[in-house]
């Protein structure tokens, strides 16, 4: 059963109610990882690959841990054919660990519209390199509106995350912007 049973003790037992606990099933295939990686690494695809099922967006992280050395791959394929940005945010912090940028390049510099859209939607949420800022800011002047404003947020994240960098910096060393 996926959730936790409360009782109230002003109700008879047969009222339960159930609360889901988030991220639980994976929890469990993590546990499950421990003792069988093989198994874990199957049962993480299935539930991340599944467009019906909750929590999705915990399982970007355990593909990462269970098929490190396909994750790129599997996570870009995912990413293309989403349709929760929640997940495709989770798929872009879990590239994150990873070497991805000829993925991610390949991704925004696509003759497909889609591609091109979720690629700029992963941009929002992984640190990019100057030249991969620059891949972006020329989807700034596409011919699609959507991969337009996309690309804009994208590039205004990357702004928000180099600023936070520097005030980090500049606290650390104790001097003034």
């Not at 047969?14 to 469990?28: D, H, L, T, V, W």
């Not at 396909?70 to 940005?85: C, F, G, N, P």
Request: hydrophobic share 40%; proline share 1%.
């Amino acid at each position: 059963m996926s959730g936790f049973e409360i009782y109230s003790e002003s109700r008879p037992s047969r009222m339960k109610r159930y609360i889901s606990r988030f991220g639980s099933k994976a929890g469990a295939i993590r546990a499950l990882g421990r003792f069988d990686r093989d198994a874990a690494n199957h049962a993480a695809l299935r539930a991340f690959k599944n467009a019906e099922g909750h929590d999705r967006h915990f399982y970007p992280e355990l593909v990462v841990e269970f098929s490190r050395t396909e994750a790129v791959d599997i996570l870009m394929e995912q990413a293309a054919v989403e349709k929760s940005t929640l997940v495709i945010w989770s798929i872009a912090e879990a590239l994150n660990e990873l070497d991805y940028e000829a993925g991610l390049s390949s991704m925004l510099r696509s003759s497909e519209l889609s591609r091109r859209l979720t690629g700029c939607k992963l941009a929002e949420r992984i640190k990019l390199s100057d030249s991969m800022i620059a891949t972006v800011r020329s989807l700034t002047e596409d011919f699609d509106n959507t991969v337009v404003a996309a690309a804009c947020l994208a590039l205004k994240f990357q702004r928000d995350v180099r600023s936070a960098d520097m005030l980090k910096e500049a606290v650390q060393s104790e001097q003034d912007l």
